[in-house]
C-alpha cells in the first residue's frame, strides 16, 4: 500500500488515477502525517461474454433452451414495439 501526502496527491492527480486504474494498488493519503483517506482502485469492467461466461455450465440443458428461448421472444417484443418517432 502506498501513502502520499495531500499536497502530492492535488499535484500528481491524473496519475494517481492511472495508477490505481491500472496498477490497482490502493494509496492512502495523509494530511498532517495523519491518515485522512484512502483511494482503492474500481471494479475490474467486463463484458457481457465474460460476465454470463460460466453460465453455460451450470444450466441444465432444457433450462438453457428455456432461458435463450425467453431471451428469443423479448428481442422480437422489443424490435415489433420499435416505432419511428418522426413518422
Known amino acids: 500500500m502506498k501513502t502520499m501526502t495531500?499536497?502530492?496527491v492535488s499535484r500528481k492527480f491524473s496519475r494517481l488515477l492511472d495508477s490505481l486504474e491500472h496498477g490497482g494498488e490502493?494509496?492512502?493519503?495523509?494530511?498532517?502525517q495523519h491518515p485522512v483517506a484512502k483511494l482503492v482502485p474500481g471494479a475490474p469492467r467486463m463484458n457481457a461474454l465474460e460476465a454470463l461466461g460460466d453460465v453455460y455450465g451450470v444450466l441444465e440443458d432444457a433450462e438453457g433452451d428455456g432461458w435463450?428461448?425467453?431471451?428469443?421472444?423479448g428481442d422480437r417484443m422489443l424490435a415489433a414495439e420499435k416505432r419511428d418517432p418522426w413518422a
Open 6 to 8: 495531500a499536497t502530492e
Open 26 to 32: 490502493e494509496v492512502v493519503i495523509v494530511r498532517n
Open 68 to 73: 435463450l428461448a425467453d431471451i428469443r421472444k
